[in-house]
Each structure stands twice: as structure tokens, then as C-alpha cells.
């Protein structure tokens, strides 16, 4: 790294891959918690459940990723959508069948499947 | 081979909203495409939701539209069939369940956290140095190196009011100010404490595991701030995915030039070592830190000389714990004074902790300085489950002591817990109901700190074994009040005469016990009862005759032939042969067999 600007460069062609924070508005971004936690309560079958299906289906504009803790361990394994600019949704202790349901019904149609997210599971009591 | 299946409904409903002709145009307009050979169109039965007829799906990608209308043909055609784009407008929407929380940044564990060093975890790939860069990743280095002096940058820290993360509070910018002599003259070292050996912890493990450049990141500045040119992470061996992770890190960031030679273009060079450890509690401790890194045997040595001023291979060296580390980018980026607004008068800031036990969130928490435990419990943690009630909090592991519910509403920082008779520790916090036992876990810690002794000084371990077997003495029924008294007094000579820190606060889960639940410690050695009902040496094992059906089922399971009685009769069981191992109750249908 020489420079300041050529890290900022770096930024600014990454920001603009990573669905997340880019303008497209169809992108979607998959995030798999995949720390000690959400290793251990099976996240790698979840994330290669996600792949086959988005392949399947021939989903382009759909990245599937790995990231970190985000802290509710007890809940995992933890799958967050981002679709575009719309709040992320997150989904709680998923299981291969509930990853079917969610790329059918939300990233495909658009749908959150409501009895999947972190609300249904009472975290809030 | 078709490409895409066009299913259309024409169940009764849909074909009185219209189907027929959506089909008819579909054809048309497919034909019009030249699409004709490669999409297929099926006419379906009833899809069950007729009140938003006409409906029709799309595969492979499985789009549902709904109340097509024969204008939207086209559309659907030309966009989706055509170039692979669904016609969003026109997808089936579900009607929306207002009250159920979707998103985590709404739920009332997340909104009380502030996330500063788990900032990016849960949101960027760990193994993506594009994605941490693209985070404002390294921006706090380049800052560094490019407009600050190495005592500009301590001075920031010291003014942020940074304190070390790892367990006793020392401000890091004093750490890096006292290391700093001598830039460029003589070798120093920068460390990383990534031990995190305390039972319950697990807050360095998820930073390493989500987020390993901001720990890279902020050693380099480290470096860079003292005059070091060689940093060392000492992880231990039992974190594998840390340990990949940071490798893969380490590897990225030497091939973007952000560790190595002439960083973002300056005179500065710094590297990145990773040093496995065996996983001894001890080796968490500075000094047997350094021995273990240099190939001896991790025990503790006597200070001074402190680190700073002789450490690994007797050269200038500091060490911070892994969540401090990652504290330090966004006080660069962000000034010290936005750090300092959080937090409290003396401790500035942030802490993560792994909230665990009787809890209904469990899992890693990071809240502003000041925190009352009630806000962590009730609010974040979700209360106690069960419809138990709170007994207590651990915090500081077996360094440190518990909150009793008394000091519920006490702001949590490194001054109040000390006052309070705990310890902020390294992070761990585990909570405790009325099933606990206190004199157990007082007993558990205890155990722990026996077993991580490494043996070097005699206060340590002769005292800490002397002391669990008065523990043990206790929890069996034999203890007396005077043993107390002697307990007590033991605790305070194992904390001033032993070597390390270890040692030092080894006796802490006793004294705090004896502080907040003394009543329980003399339920256990006057009424000889333990009012948990944990100590199974100080339970009774009864049957109620009038609950008894004499189906002799506990008499058969009893190993050591307690139990006598008729059939059809109430058995006894003689409490001199009773070992107390719980057999009976669980064999016994009618719920005779209690305890007591
Ligand atoms: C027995 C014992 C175990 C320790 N274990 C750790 C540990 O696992 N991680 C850690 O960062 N500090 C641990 N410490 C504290 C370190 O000695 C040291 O104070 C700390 O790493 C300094 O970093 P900080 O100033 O950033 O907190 C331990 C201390 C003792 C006495
Ligand atoms: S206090 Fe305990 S751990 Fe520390 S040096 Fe002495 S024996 Fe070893
Ligand atoms: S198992 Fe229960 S009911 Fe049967 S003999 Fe024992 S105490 Fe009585």
C-alpha cells in the first residue's frame, strides 16, 4: 500500500460489490454467521443449502457470504438478508427446510417469512 | 429442453378472474418473442390463493405473480422471460404481520448496544480484507503514519481514555507512553493477548473470528506508536478458527502492503506473528505470557521489571488484550473525544460481554460504560427464564466476584465493581437464580483456579487447595462457623503473599460469596441444609407415605438396598445407608420421594 488514496480506491470498487451498500435496489445479500457459535449449531450445511438453491433456481444478483458473530449465539445458526436498500431481516436457528422457504418467498417474491425471524422466536419476550 | 416453465393457474377461480385469456396472450406473445421453443407453458390446477387470481408462477427462479392482468403480458414477457428479470410490481405481496420484529437492530437485546470493537462482526466476511477496507478498514493506520508523530498517537489514546480490556484497567496510553523511550534504537515488541482462558469467555474469540484486521490494524499503530517493528498474537490453540482466520489476515494484509516493508509509502516496516499457546489459564497472565512465548515453561516471574521496560527476550514490550486492540481504530478515526463521551468518569467507552447462564439471551454483548446490571439482565439479556428469580451475577470468572441483586442498579464500570467486591474481568458474566447454589459456585471457581495453579509459590498452591477443601467440608455438612472465620482469613493471606495475579485473586469468589451470602453459608454449616437444594451432601432423601403406592420400583433401582418395605405398603429409606445418588426419584411414578 502506498498511499491513503489507493486504500480509498480500493473502498470505493468494494462498496460497490458488496450489495449492501451499492445502488442497486434488486441486490441481495445473504450473511451466514459462521463464528464458533454458528459453526457449531451447523451453519456450513445452512450456507451450502443457500448456494444450491440460488443456483437452482438460477438466481443472479444474489451473493451468499460468511461473516462473523452477531452476538444472539443461542439463536444460531443466524442468516441475515439484505434485499437492496431495505432493513435487513434476520432469521433464527434455520434449518436446511427454512432456507428453501426463504429464498422462494423472500428473495424471490419479496415476502419476509415472518415465523422465521428473530421476532417469532420470542427473543423479546 | 425448455428454460423456463411457465405455470398457470386455471382452477375455477382463476379462470372466472380471467385466466383463459392471460394464457391466450401469454402464447401470443411468447410466439411474437420466438420464445415459442424454449418456454414451456403449463396450465395448473387450483394454487389455493384465488382471491389474487389470476395466478401464475415462473421457474427456475420461482417468482409468484398474482392478479395478472392480460396488459401485464407483455411486460412479463419482455423483462423476465426475455432477459431474466422478475417484474417486481407484479409479485404476490404478503399481507404484513405488524407486530412481529424481523429485523435484529429492533429487538431490545440489540437497541441497549453500542457496537464499538464488534462493530463489523455479524457484518462483514472475516476472510475479506477488501471488506474490512471497504469498512474504513486501515484508514485509521494510513492516518497515522501519514499525519500523526508516534506521541501524537499515544497522546490520542491517553486522551481517549482507553482502558485495557483484558481484566485490571490500565490506561493504555500510560502502557504505550512508558514503552515509547528509545524510537529506533532498540528492539521492541508489540502483543497481543488472544489467551482468554477464563470459563465462560468468549468475547477476543468472536472479535478474531469476525473481525482479525482491526486487531492487525491496531497493532500496526501500535508500532508504529512505540517504535516497534515485530507484533505477536499469543492465541490459544483451542480457537482453531481464530487462528485460520488471522493466519488468512496476516497473509492478505502483507499482500496489500499493510504489514512489511515502507507502510503506505513511509519508513514505517511492521509484521505479524502468530504464537500458539497450550491453553493454561496462567499464560494468560503477563509475565508467564512472555516465558511460555519464549519456549519455557508458563509460570509468572516477579515484577519489576515491567513489561514496558523489559519483556519477551527481555526487550521494551507491551501487551494488550484483543478487545483494547480493537477499540483503537475507531478512537483514530473517530477522536478521542467521541470515545470519551461514552462510558463513565473513569472508564471511557465500551465493554463486550458474553452473557451466559440463567438467561434468556444468551450470547455477546456490548454496552456503553455505566450499564446498570438490571438494564443487562432484564432489557438486553431478556430476564431470567423460567419465571425464576435473580440471585446473582459472576463477573471477572475466577478472578473476580458476584453482584447480588442489591447492587442491580450499580453503574457497571472498572471503579464500581471493584468497589462492590467483583471485578470487571475480562468479560465474562454469568447468570445465576435461586437454583444456585452460591457456596457450589464459590466451590466451581475455586476448583478452576486449583487446577490452573501452576505451583510456582506457595501461597498459591498449598492456600487455594486448603481453601477448597474447606469448601468441600462445607458443602458436605461438616463445616462449622469457626471454619468460616478461618476461611476468611485464609482467602486475605492468599491474596497478599502470592506471586501473581492468579493467586492474587484466586480467594475473590469466596470472599464476594461470604459478603452477599454469608445466610447461605450458614444455613449450610448450622442448619446443615443447602437452601438451593445443590449440595447433595447436605440432601435427605424421604418418601411420603401417604403419596407411596409400595410398587417397590425405587427399592429395586436403590444400589445400595436403602429402601425396605412391603408391597403395596410405604417403603422407607434408612438415611445411615442412603448415598444420596438420586436413583429413586426418578423411578418413582407417583411422585413420593421428595427431598429435603
Ligand atoms: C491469571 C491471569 C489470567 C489472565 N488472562 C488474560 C487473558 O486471557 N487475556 C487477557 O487479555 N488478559 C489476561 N490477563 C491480564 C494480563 O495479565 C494483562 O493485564 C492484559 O493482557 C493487559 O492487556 P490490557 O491492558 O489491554 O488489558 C490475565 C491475568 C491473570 C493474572
Ligand atoms: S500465584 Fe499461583 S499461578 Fe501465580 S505464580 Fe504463584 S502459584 Fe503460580
Ligand atoms: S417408587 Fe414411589 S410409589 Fe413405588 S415404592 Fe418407591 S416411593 Fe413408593
Not at chain 1, 428453501?100 to 422466536?121: F, K, P, Q, W
Not at chain 2, 403449463?42 to 392478479?67: A, H, W
Amino acid at each position: 500500500m502506498k498511499s491513503l488514496e489507493e486504500l480509498r480506491a480500493i473502498k470505493a470498487a468494494t462498496l460497490n460489490k458488496i450489495g449492501i451498500c451499492n445502488d442497486d435496489a434488486d441486490a441481495v445479500k445473504v450473511l451466514v454467521g459462521m463464528a464458533t457459535c454458528g459453526i457449531a449449531a451447523g451453519a456450513r450445511p445452512i450456507l451450502n443449502a443457500f448456494t444450491e438453491e440460488i443456483e437452482k433456481r438460477h438466481l443472479k444478483n444474489v451473493a451468499v457470504s460468511q461473516t462473523g458473530c452477531i452476538g444472539i449465539c443461542q439463536y444460531e445458526p443466524i442468516v441475515e438478508v439484505y434485499v437492496g436498500k431495505e432493513e435487513k431481516v434476520t432469521y433464527v436457528k434455520m434449518t436446511a427446510e427454512k432456507v428453501a422457504r426463504i429464498v422462494n418467498d423472500h428473495i424471490v417474491n419479496g415476502n419476509v417469512v415472518t415465523e422465521y425471524t428473530i421476532g417469532a422466536a420470542t427473543i423479546n419476550k | 429442453m425448455y428454460r423456463p416453465h411457465v405455470l398457470v393457474c386455471c382452477g375455477t377461480g382463476c379462470t372466472s378472474s380471467g385466466s383463459a385469456k392471460v394464457i391466450e396472450t401469454l402464447e401470443a406473445e411468447i410466439a411474437k418473442a420466438g420464445l415459442s421453443e424454449e418456454i414451456k407453458v403449463t396450465r395448473t390446477d387450483c394454487f389455493g390463493l384465488c382471491t389474487v387470481g389470476p395466478n401464475m408462477i415462473v421457474y427456475p427462479e420461482g417468482c409468484f405473480y398474482s392478479k395478472v392482468n392480460v396488459d401485464d403480458i407483455p411486460e412479463i414477457v419482455a423483462e423476465h422471460l426475455l432477459k431474466g428479470r422478475p417484474v417486481k410490481r407484479l409479485l404476490y405481496k404478503k399481507p404484513v404481520e405488524k407486530d412481529t420484529i424481523t429485523c435484529l437492530d429492533h429487538t431490545d437485546f440489540f437497541r441497549k448496544q453500542k457496537r464499538v470493537a464488534l462493530r463489523n462482526c455479524g457484518i462483514i466476511n472475516p476472510e475479506s480484507i477488501e471488506e474490512y477496507i471497504a469498512m474504513d478498514g486501515y484508514e485509521a493506520l494510513g492516518k497515522c503514519l501519514t499525519e500523526y508523530t508516534p506521541d501524537q498517537v499515544i497522546q490520542t489514546i491517553l486522551d481517549s481514555g482507553l482502558r485495557g480490556r483484558g481484566g485490571a484497567g490500565f490506561p493504555t496510553g500510560m502502557k504505550w507512553r512508558f514503552a515509547a523511550g528509545n524510537r529506533g534504537q532498540v528492539q521492541k515488541y508489540v502483543c497481543c493477548n488472544a489467551d482468554e482462558g477464563d470459563p465462560g469467555a468468549f468475547m477476543d474469540r468472536s472479535v478474531l473470528e469476525g473481525d482479525p484486521h482491526c486487531v492487525l490494524e491496531a497493532m500496526a499503530i501500535a508500532g508504529y506508536a512505540i517504535g516497534a517493528t515485530q507484533g505477536y498474537i499469543y492465541i490459544r490453540a483451542e480457537y482453531p478458527i481464530a487462528v485460520k482466520r488471522l493466519e488468512i489476515a496476516i497473509e492478505q494484509a502483507r499482500e496489500y502492503g499493510l504489514l512489511g516493508k515502507n507502510i503506505f509509502g513511509t519508513d514505517f516496516c511492521f509484521d505479524i506473528e502468530l504464537r500458539l499457546g497450550a491453553g493454561a489459564f496462567v499464560c494468560g497472565e503477563e509475565t508467564a505470557l512472555m516465558t511460555s512465548f519464549e519456549g519455557k515453561r508458563g509460570e509468572p516471574r516477579p515484577r519489576p521489571p515491567f513489561p514496558a521496560s523489559k519483556g519477551l527476550f527481555q526487550q521494551p514490550t507491551i501487551l494488550n488484550n484483543v478487545e483494547t486492540y480493537a477499540n483503537i481504530p475507531q478512537i483514530i478515526l473517530k477522536g478521542p473525544q467521541w470515545f470519551a463521551s461514552m462510558g463513565t468518569e473513569k472508564s471511557k467507552g465500551t465493554k463486550v460481554f458474553a452473557l451466559g447462564g440463567k438467561i434468556h439471551n444468551t450470547g455477546l454483548v456490548e454496552i456503553p460504560m455505566g450499564t446498570t446490571l438490571r438494564e443487562i439482565v432484564e432489557e438486553i439479556g431478556g430476564g431470567v427464564p423460567n419465571g425464576k428469580k435473580f440471585k446473582a451475577a459472576q463477573t471477572g470468572g475466577p478472578s473476580g466476584g458476584c453482584i447480588s441483586a442489591e447492587n442491580m442498579d450499580v453503574p457497571i464500570d472498572y471503579d464500581n465493581l471493584i468497589a462492590i467486591g467483583t471485578m470487571m474481568g475480562s468479560g465474562g458474566m454469568i447468570i445465576m437464580d435461586e437454583d444456585n447454589c452460591m457456596v457450589d459456585i464459590a466451590k466451581f471457581f475455586l476448583q478452576f483456579t486449583v487446577d490452573e495453579s501452576c505451583g510456582k509459590c506457595t501461597p498459591c498452591r498449598v492456600g487455594t487447595r486448603r481453601l477448597l477443601e474447606m469448601l468441600e467440608k462445607i458443602t458436605a455438612g461438616n463445616g462449622t462457623l469457626e471454619d468460616l472465620n478461618k476461611m476468611e482469613e485464609l482467602c486475605y493471606y492468599i491474596k497478599n503473599n502470592s506471586l501473581c495475579g492468579l493467586g492474587q485473586t484466586a480467594p475473590n469468589p469466596v470472599l464476594s460469596t461470604l459478603r452477599y451470602f454469608r445466610d447461605e453459608y450458614i444455613a449450610h454449616v448450622v442448619d446443615k441444609t443447602c437452601p438451593a437444594g445443590v449440595c447433595k451432601g447436605l440432601l435427605h432423601f424421604y418418601i411420603l407415605p401417604d403419596k407411596c403406592r409400595g410398587c417397590t420400583a425405587c427399592a429395586r433401582i436403590c444400589p445400595v438396598s436403602a429402601i425396605s418395605g412391603k408391597v403395596k405398603e410405604a417403603h422407607v429409606i434408612d438415611q445411615t445407608k442412603c448415598i444420596k445418588c438420586g436413583s429413586c426419584i426418578e423411578k418413582c411414578k407417583f411422585g413420593a420421594i421428595i427431598t429435603k
